[in-house]
């Protein structure tokens, strides 16, 4: 640089770029060791981690495809165990190979189902401790996956104490606290499947009115779900009858409808609007003026209808009579059906859970008489 020449601004940060280089490579220079370790470190690190990845992907491929084996072999031996006479194992088998999978891949969430099942065989074995056991630990240690496994595993347990005839302790397997059960869809199911058991053990150990106050809850929950259900189902088939009316030439009043609707009584309001169709339809048929287009369309959305309200209608009466009403609902919402318990009440309680406790409580009212 010229002596007398005056500094710039371009020469100060030209000078500042020269003096941080080499300060970068005094400090790579002098920690260059520490570098490379640091580095083959993180290389290690991630490479590690890649092929503990890789492995945990294979330990569970594995271990899904040893279950799969392993599980038709067990439903195997289950259907043996019925047909057998007592003498044979059908379980042996079966029980080495899904041991095999949750002791070798304990992490894996097939474990959880394998040791599920290995309970299970020790439960038709009659090793009723030994089957206990293992559904607890399902129950202390199960992946996160498995959680409905869980709850299932919790209800075995007190059907082990049941067959062991302790029914207190059975009763204490059947009464989680109700903020430790998962909050996942079958939570009410398995809660109403538990309460059965709860019932079960009240009525051996001679407690008649818990017994008979949880069958009791157990069928009013199932009415309410009930309830639920021919109202969405109503709700559903509101604007079919609605863009219906909406198509005819002079639509007649649906005033009363609306106003059921806008309350929410889905039912009525149904009932109300299919009403107003078959009136428009019957002084048409009067007057003239249905085309046969229009009329096979109205009869179309009046078979629906009337399958629903008379099935409806059927039921209630049977209920009035004392007469068994169930075979009405089934037809009438189609009550035991999958898109049933999922769309309306989250499977809480089903079918032959209602019909169990209708069953045990008639017979204890009986008893008490």
């Keep these: 640089m010229d002596q007398g020449r005056r500094l710039t601004k371009e020469d100060i940060k030209s000078d500042q770029f020269v003096d941080s280089t080499l300060q970068v490579y005094e400090f790579l220079k002098t920690n260059l060791k520490s570098i490379i370790i640091g580095a083959t470190i993180v290389i290690l690190v991630v490479g590690g981690f890649a092929f503990y990845q890789h492995q945990q992907q294979t ?89 409905i496994l869980a709850l299932y595993a919790q209800k075995a347990i007190g059907n082990c104490y049941e067959q062991k005839g302790e029914y207190q302790k059975a009763l204490e397997a059947y009464t989680p606290a109700e903020d430790k059960l998962p909050q996942i869809a079958m939570r009410d199911y398995a809660f109403s499947d538990l309460q059965l058991g709860q019932a079960r053990c009240y009525e051996k150990l001679g407690d008649f009115d818990y017994a008979l106050a949880i069958y009791k809850d157990i069928i009013d929950l199932f009415k309410a779900n009930l309830e639920k259900a021919i109202q969405q189902k109503s709700r559903d088939l509101i604007p079919g009858a609605k863009a219906l009316i909406a198509s005819l030439p002079q639509p007649p009043s649906v005033t ?114």
């Design 256 to 369: 009363a409808a609306e106003g059921l609707e806008n309350e929410g009584n889905y039912h009525k309001a149904f009932a109300a609007y299919a009403k107003a169709i078959h009136d428009y339809k019957v002084d048409k048929d009067i007057h003239g003026g249905l085309t046969d287009e229009r009329r096979k369309t109205i009869n179309r959305f009046e078979k629906n209808a009337n399958d629903f309200l008379i099935n409806l209608r059927d039921a209630r009466r049977a209920e009035s009579e004392g007469r068994d009403p169930l075979y009405y609902y089934v037809q009438a919402v189609g009550l035991g059906g999958r898109s049933f318990y999922e769309k309306v009440f989250g499977f809480a309680p089903h079918r032959s859970l209602y019909e169990k406790a209708l069953f045990h409580r008639d017979k204890l009212q009986r008893v008490q008489r």
């Design 59 to 147: 330990a569970r491929a594995e271990a899904f495809l040893k279950y799969t084996e392993a599980i038709e072999k067990y439903q195997e031996a289950e259907t043996d165990w019925f047909e057998a006479d007592g003498t044979e194992k059908p379980f042996e088998i079966a029980e080495t190979q899904l041991q095999t999978i949750f002791q070798k891949y304990p992490e894996t969430s097939v474990a959880d189902k394998a040791r599920y099942n290995y309970a299970k065989a020790r439960y038709y074995e009659g090793d009723y401790d030994g089957a206990i056991s293992h559904f607890q630990m399902v129950v202390n240690e199960h992946q996160p996956e498995n959680q």
